[in-house]
């Protein structure tokens, strides 16, 4: 990934619920694509896609967390 330091690169923080501990996905944006990377994951390739199919990511995300689709 590349780490310009005058770049945002947002990360979050997940606790980790198989191995009880805290985790992390990195995301970046290097021109007019997206990578995912999973630092702690050693055997997990990047995902990089584009800007158009991060905004459908995120809008699937969305869908999926809304209140209305939620069963209980």
């Known amino acids: 990934m590349n780490m310009d330091n005058n770049k945002m690169v947002p990360v979050v923080f997940k606790q980790n619920s198989l191995y009880g501990r805290l985790d992390c996905i990195v995301v ?8 995912l ?7 997990t390739q ?4 584009s800007v158009s199919d991060a905004l459908k990511l995120r809008d699937a995300i969305n869908e999926v967390i809304n209140l209305k689709y939620l069963n209980g």
């Not at 990377?37 to 055997?43: I, L, R, S, T, V």
């Open 46 to 49: 990047n995902m990089h896609m």
């Open 28 to 35: 970046e944006r290097v021109d007019n694509h997206v990578t």
């Open 37 to 43: 990377a999973f630092p702690f994951h050693e055997d």
